[in-house]
């Protein structure tokens, strides 16, 4: 158990609206990712932070922001919900000491109607 | 040319087969190397990691990195059905502020009583 929490777990939204998904750990560590996982496509890195208030962009980052005002709350914020970003999002951590390995969580089953 | 490639079978075999799961990667600078399980409808889960070339086993499972052909393998002795399930390659570059892991589609593998 990697110490992360991941909510909602399942949200249906309409187009348009903001939807915001939270990510929390409870080990403080550094760096925390949100991926989306789509078929066909695999998981794919949208954000992640190094750092409070230390954020980069992913691969297919267009779309989303992201707030990290505290170590253990990593924040993805879709502004204005398409269809195309009905998705299952995942967090991830990578444990303090400079090893390789991300940790996830259980995933947000996300849809935009 | 996507930095990893990952055949995304599916793949079926009878229970007690050897199992050869396999991805290639385009840049040299990648230094981590791991394969992934995940359920259906839950978070991927780490299976093995390795940032060297050679050989690393663990219990039925063996993860397998050559560099100079940008290739990693992972195989699976005396499948079970309890093995049935996607698993993701992925790769990881340097370290520092900016690591992240690319991950390859994933082959969905079933493992036949």
């Known amino acids: 158990d990697a110490g992360i929490t991941q909510s909602p777990r399942h949200k249906v939204t309409e187009t348009g609206t903001p939807v915001t998904l939270r990510c929390h750990q409870t080990e403080n560590h550094r760096y925390m990712y949100w991926y989306r996982q789509d078929p066909g496509h695999g998981l794919r890195l949208i954000h992640y932070?190094?750092?409070?208030?230390?954020?980069d962009k992913g691969e297919v980052s267009d779309g989303y922001s992201v707030s990290r005002s505290k170590t253990e709350d990593f924040l993805l914020t879709l502004e204005s919900a398409t269809s195309s970003q009905t998705s299952v999002y995942f967090c991830?951590?990578?444990?303090?000491?400079?090893?390789?390995?991300?940790?996830f969580g259980e995933g947000s089953r996300l849809t935009v109607l | 040319q996507k930095e990893v490639e990952q055949d995304p079978g599916p793949l079926s075999v009878p229970e007690g087969a050897i199992v050869s799961l396999n991805c290639t990667y385009s840049n040299s600078a990648f230094q981590y190397f791991m394969w992934y399980r995940q359920y259906s409808r839950k978070g991927p889960e780490l299976l093995m990691y390795?940032?060297?070339?050679g050989n690393k086993e663990d219990g039925r499972f063996t993860a397998q990195v050559d560099k100079s052909s940008k290739y990693i393998s992972l195989f699976i002795r005396d499948s079970q059905p309890s093995d049935s399930a996607t698993y993701l390659c992925?790769?990881?570059?340097?370290?520092?502020?900016?690591?992240?892991?690319?991950f390859g589609k994933g082959t969905l593998l079933t493992v036949n009583p």
């Open positions: 390795t940032y060297s070339s």
């Open positions: 932070s190094y750092g409070v208030k230390d954020t």
């Open positions: 992925a790769i990881g570059g340097s370290g520092g502020s900016n690591y992240k892991l690319t």
């Open positions: 991830a951590i990578r444990r303090t000491g400079n090893t390789g390995e991300l940790f």
